[in-house]
């Protein structure tokens, strides 16, 4: 079991990286994209034998403290099996 | 010897790389007893009178400034030395550290520029009655070399109001007449914030490196005067 952690900076906070890649496609001609935003995938191996409940509180908490600065950052988690 | 007894202690982290030149400035120059303290350690010398965690790029940055050097052993000891009133500096990547350690408030992002900035900048004091900056005695604003890439400082309105009204802000970026603006702003930090206390104000974090600034040789030594008026209260 695997659970995927995405991290994303809130959308209030400026997205340097993503400017910067918006800037760049301009360049290329690429008119379709009109904003662009860069996160994290973070994925993590999830131990055997382990209740769903379990490892999604760890994956939480790990998410929280962690992978992500709540003051800046949101997360979502999701399963892949 | 004009320095008195003081004894400091200065984390290194994998990364850290201005361990050393906080080590000369305070010891060599400011005649300090440096205690040089490796990460894994979990306990600060015995009476230590200040706590020093210096620039660089803790664990190469990885995930975000400061957030895995915050679950290094030392920084158990770090953050109840600071919760029993010790005095802590955090310097550059130290201040992102105590960011992420939560015993300062905010968080910081990459520079608005999207650059990594390097150059003296102009600090206006906040307040001189502080434990790092009673002994500034100037009628200008201190001039201290900020290096850094992530030094774009934030937090939600609310919190801003209340580390203003209670005098947490202690540098800000401005021009040399001491004017804080938008021009004089090299990362796009809040407030122009570039120093900050936490509410009992033990413990400071600031982006600019006073010790690259503490010998004339070295262009300045306005930053000398925030670890004496730490160390010698």
């Given at each position: ?15 340097p990286q ?7 496609l301009s360049?290329?001609?690429?008119s379709?994209?009109?904003g ?19 490892a ?6 790990a998410?929280?403290?962690l ?15 | ?64 400034s ?12 770090v ?5 029993a009133?010790g005095t ?6 130290g ?5 992420e ?16 900035v ?6 206006k ?21 900020i ?18 009204a209670?005098g ?23 407030g ?17 490196h ?24």
């Open positions: 079991m695997r659970a995927i952690v995405e991290v994303m900076l809130n959308s209030k906070v400026l997205d993503g400017k910067a890649v918006e800037g760049a360049n290329m001609g690429l379709a994209v009109k662009v935003r860069i996160g994290k995938r973070i994925e993590l191996e999830i131990a055997e034998g382990l209740s769903q409940e379990e999604q509180a760890q994956v939480e908490e998410a929280d403290k992978l992500a600065n709540p003051v800046i950052e949101t997360w979502s988690i999701s399963w892949e099996r | 010897m004009g320095a008195l007894s003081r004894r400091v202690a200065i984390i290194t982290f994998p990364g850290s790389n201005c361990d050393d030149d906080c080590a000369h400035v305070l010891g060599d120059v400011l005649g300090y007893e440096v205690v040089r303290v490796w990460h894994k350690e979990t306990q600060l010398p015995d009476s230590c009178d200040a706590v020093c965690i210096p620039g660089g790029f803790s664990y190469g940055d990885y995930l975000r400061g957030a895995i050097a915050r679950f290094s052993p030392i920084m158990e000891a953050i109840a030395f600071a919760n009133g802590v500096i955090g310097i550059c990547n201040f992102q550290i105590l960011l350690s939560g015993l300062l408030e905010g968080a910081m992002q990459h520079n608005e520029s999207g650059k990594f390097c150059k003296p900048v102009h600090l004091v906040g307040r001189k009655d502080s434990r790092f900056t009673h002994k500034v005695d100037l009628d200008r604003p201190l001039l201290v070399p290096a850094h890439m992530e030094g774009n400082w934030s937090c939600d309105d609310a919190t801003f109001e209340r580390l203003q209670a947490q802000i202690l540098f800000q970026y401005c021009d040399e007449e001491g004017v804080v603006s938008a021009a004089s702003n090299p990362n796009g930090a809040r122009n914030v570039a120093g900050l206390l936490n509410v009992e104000g033990n413990v400071l974090g600031m982006m600019p006073p010790e690259r600034y503490s010998e004339e040789l070295l262009g300045g030594e306005d930053g000398k005067m925030l670890f004496t008026s730490m160390l010698e209260r």
